[in-house]
């Protein structure tokens, strides 16, 4: 069974721009949440998606957004790019909202 | 709310060394626990968990047991190998914060030969 599938692995913006990542979950995986990894701040939740709808958001401003679509697939999206968003935004999917998560590789965002 | 914290690391061993990570937690529920490993480049791997007080999980050499008492899951592994080599991340999820997994900053660990 495949795993957890991101794209792009890397970008490069500048400030000021908008981002779109996306996510594939693991085949017959209903939910998917993302995460923030930066050095200073580890691993900080963004959004959970279950069957298309958010069902639990993190303390990110509303410049974060995310979308589920009837496939499960996932897309995050990051307006007005500041410097501090740069990170890896890692994707998780599972069964439901109690199963185990499993991450995908993760896009490695650079915002110059 | 609900935090873990973590020993600060970098952890350098020896190969064959028998390594533990220390992870508490305060959760406001009943957590779930578990253990997520990232390798250089690469993103995080579910290690092992557990669900409820005294579960242990176990997983490739390394365990943990769930201690509601202490508020602890530590991770163990009695011989360490120099592919153990990566970060290792404690993490909670329970209802009250959405099922969200809560991480500590992670520990990373290097194994020398």
């Known amino acids: 069974k495949a795993g957890v599938t991101q794209t792009p692995r890397y970008l490069i913006k500048t400030r000021g721009q908008q981002v779109t990542l996306s996510c594939s979950p693991i085949?017959?995986?209903?939910?998917v949440s993302w995460y923030q990894q930066t050095p200073g701040q580890g691993l900080q939740f963004l959004f959970e998606?279950?069957?298309?709808?958010?069902?639990n958001k993190g303390n990110f401003p509303g410049r974060f957004s995310g979308r589920q679509f009837s496939n499960s697939r996932s897309e995050m999206n990051v307006s007005t790019l500041e410097l501090g968003d740069s990170a890896l935004y890692l994707c998780?999917?599972?069964?439901?909202?109690?199963?185990?998560?499993?991450f995908g590789p993760g896009t490695r965002l650079t915002v110059l | 709310g609900n935090s873990v914290t973590q020993m600060e690391g970098p952890v350098t061993l020896s190969e064959e060394a028998f390594l533990t990570i220390n992870c508490t937690y305060t959760?406001?529920?009943?957590?779930?626990l578990f253990w997520y490993v990232q390798y250089p480049g690469e993103g995080l791997q579910l290690l092992l968990k557990?669900?409820?007080?005294?579960d242990k999980g176990s997983n490739k050499g390394f365990e943990a047991t769930y201690r509601k008492e202490t508020t602890s899951f530590h991770l163990e592994k009695g011989s360490v190998q120099v592919s153990d080599s990566a970060v290792y991340f404690c993490?909670?999820?329970?209802?009250?914060?959405?099922?969200?997994?809560?991480f500590g900053k992670g520990t990373s660990l290097l194994v020398t030969p």
């Open positions: 959760a406001t529920g009943y957590p779930s």
């Open positions: 085949s017959g995986h209903r939910s």
């Open positions: 998780a999917s599972s069964l439901d909202n109690v199963g185990g998560k499993f």
């Open positions: 998606y279950f069957s298309e709808t958010q069902r």
């Open positions: 993490a909670l999820r329970d209802s009250n914060s959405g099922y969200a997994l809560n």
């Open positions: 557990a669900t409820k007080a005294d």
